[in-house]
């Protein structure tokens, strides 16, 4: 914008009438040309008399301060001191300044707690948002995000429910067996990879996300190991976690709270109170030990099988 | 690395993620500079939560193609500065503290440094509760976040003169309190060597 420009714009840009991209472009002309913005002071105080904010105290325009006052007056010499502190003053007025603060120790003083500003500021605290913070604003914004259960009960709640049910129980069944599967392979892959998304979102650390996964992987491959020779006890198996679905869906939310939670231990004793009474919790078996064989009998007792599982320790790996 | 630009015209279009990314991005400071204007850790927190839910209420208006950084800006500045209108009615009534206000005379040794650091932290606090909105927030905005005048002056909608007078008033009535603060102490501390 050229000065010209500016003078035409001027009365509307003092009564705040001025829009972009003009707006802009006359608070930058007024930055750099000190002529203009001269004219502007004495146009928006023709206009406004100061202040246009309601402040407790309003403030006495600068310039008219110094109509009124021959530079000897404390309230304007301090003023320009702290102005001063942005940009030095013309050489003329820094003179009477420095003449006037010679003379007058509660200016020097002023000036001298001016200049200590900025040590003040730098002792102002820092404050660092913590999790909880950010959470609520995405909570309070665009809501909790999806858990395992949100994810579940959508694929119960469409009509397709037959596949999508089986796609959750898939996802129960890698939750559980890994992808030790063959049989399941596509289903498994698609509901491992939802698995890690959700696991990704619940859990914030990496490292986490991989360790729970690892321990269920593990648990997954115990189980799999016994069960890979006998795919139809498997089907049986998936089937009665398929007809348990109301108690799936449950178990899932659990689950959700406790991923969320980070409380892995609980999630473990969660997927042994639902997959136990189904005959689908691992038997108890260190890593590495030879496969178990004849247990997969439907009429054979599972409390023991249950209770004894998982151990502390792939709990807090 | 996106704009903030592009984030938030992502954001309107409900991508999740990308709302994610700019509250990260901008929580810092946007809670640091709500705690600047009110000085208390806990009423910082809520209002810093609050101008990112007007943000994102906001988004329909927003018109794309503008500085997202001056829209923020105008929105938090705006909120921070009704609160602390509101807050300033309320402390006549109620005379609440600021954080990290203990007594400000201390019996304890002036030579330990960490002391003094505490109490010139309790002074400026205390200073700035003094100033008018208009001055607290020409510090906030000029010597703690550190805007140009041009933009102060376009998210006051007031020409750079006036902004800059402001600035120099608002330094003047923080200096007076610091003096007046420090006077106070050192009063106190002389009383304590009778
Ligand atoms: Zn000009
Ligand atoms: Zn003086």
């Not at chain 1, 829009?19 to 608070?27: D, I, L, S, T």
């Not at chain 1, 037959?162 to 392979?185: H, K, N, W």
């Not at chain 1, 190991?225 to 899932?252: C, E, I, N, Q």
């Not at chain 2, 810093?48 to 923020?72: C, N, V």
Request: hydrophobic letters at 40%; glycine letters at 6%; aromatic letters at 6%.
């Amino acid at each position: 914008m050229i000065c010209d420009r500016f003078r035409a714009v001027l009365s509307r840009y003092v009564r705040g009438e001025l829009v972009e991209p003009e707006f802009g472009a006359a608070v930058e002309h007024e930055a750099i040309c000190s002529e203009c913005r001269e004219a502007a002071l004495l146009a928006w105080e023709a206009v406004e008399g100061g202040e246009t904010v309601a402040t407790t105290a309003p403030l006495l325009p600068l310039e008219s301060l110094l109509a009124r006052t021959t530079g000897s007056d404390c309230s304007y010499v301090e003023l320009r001191v702290a102005e001063d502190l942005d940009e030095p003053l013309e050489v003329a007025l820094r003179a009477r300044i420095e003449d006037h603060l010679g003379g007058c120790a509660s200016c020097r003083r002023m000036r001298e707690i001016l200049h200590e500003l900025p040590a003040f500021y730098a002792l102002y605290p820092v404050l660092k948002p913590d999790r909880a913070f950010t959470r609520e604003i995405l909570d309070r914004t665009i809501g909790p995000r999806p858990g395992f259960l949100e994810i579940v009960r959508t694929l119960w709640r469409r009509p397709e429910a037959v596949f999508e049910a089986a796609v959750a129980c898939a996802l129960v069944t890698v939750l559980i067996f890994g992808r030790s599967q063959p049989d399941y392979t596509v289903m498994a892959d698609r509901a491992e990879q939802l698995v890690s998304e959700q696991l990704q979102k619940v859990v914030p650390e990496r490292a986490s996300v991989h360790g729970v996964r690892d321990v269920l992987a593990q648990t997954g491959t115990s189980v799999g190991d016994f069960l890979a020779p006998r795919d139809g006890h498997l089907r049986r198996r998936v089937d009665g976690v398929y007809t348990s679905a109301v108690k799936v869906s449950s178990w899932m939310e659990r689950a959700g709270i406790d991923l969320r939670n980070g409380d892995y231990q609980a999630l473990l004793s969660d997927l042994r109170g639902v997959l136990g009474p189904l005959g689908l919790y691992p038997k108890p078996r260190a890593i590495g030990e030879a496969p178990e064989t004849g247990v997969e009998d439907d009429t054979k007792p599972r409390g023991k099988t249950d209770d004894s599982v998982p151990s502390q320790d792939a709990g807090t790996r | 690395m996106k704009s903030d630009e592009e984030l938030f015209e992502q954001c309107r279009l409900r991508d999740t993620g990308a709302w994610e990314t700019l509250v990260q991005r901008h929580q810092v400071r946007m809670l640091n500079l709500a705690y600047q204007f009110c000085g208390n850790k806990e009423e910082a927190r809520d209002l810093a939560q609050d101008i990112f839910i007007r943000l994102y209420h906001s988004m329909e208006q927003y018109q794309p193609g503008r500085p997202f950084k001056t829209w923020l800006n105008s929105l938090a500045r705006n909120l921070c500065i009704d609160n602390y209108r509101k807050r300033k009615k309320d402390r006549r009534l109620v005379d609440k503290p600021v954080d990290e206000f203990y007594d400000l005379p201390s019996a304890e040794s002036p030579t330990d440094h960490k002391l003094e650091k505490r109490q010139r932290r309790e002074i400026l606090m205390r200073a700035l509760e003094t100033l008018g909105p208009a001055s607290r927030d020409a510090i906030v905005m000029k010597d703690f976040q550190n805007m140009s005048l041009e933009e102060m002056s376009r998210l006051l909608g007031l020409p750079v003169g006036t902004v800059k007078s402001r600035i120099s008033r608002a330094r003047v009535d923080l200096g007076k309190a610091i003096l007046k603060l420090e006077g106070i102490k050192s009063w106190s501390e002389a009383a304590h060597d009778l």
